[in-house]
């Protein structure tokens, strides 16, 4: 699944085999974004991951910001 822009965000969730793989990732993700200076809204349920990028300094809009991170993401996937 690629990433979705609409409503002035990047949106893509990501399936793992269980909660404990879900939560790891997760960690990865928390990690690059911190050193990003650029965090995600995101939802987690048992092993499924929903990720929503916006830079809420621009005004709640998609920017390079957002495609640099969905990037990284998704080589941590």
Not at 4 to 28: G, H, P, V, Y
Not at 41 to 60: C, M
Request: aromatic residues 12%.
């Amino acid at each position: 699944m690629e990433w979705i822009e609409q409503n002035n965000r990047l949106t893509k969730s990501f399936t793992f085999k269980d909660f404990s793989e879900a939560f790891a990732f997760m960690t990865r993700v928390a990690l690059a974004a911190e050193k990003m200076d650029h965090h995600p809204f995101w939802t987690n349920v048992y092993n499924t991951v929903r990720i929503e990028l916006s830079t809420h300094d621009a005004g709640d809009v998609v920017t390079d910001k957002d495609h640099a991170l969905a990037k990284a993401i998704d080589k941590l996937a």
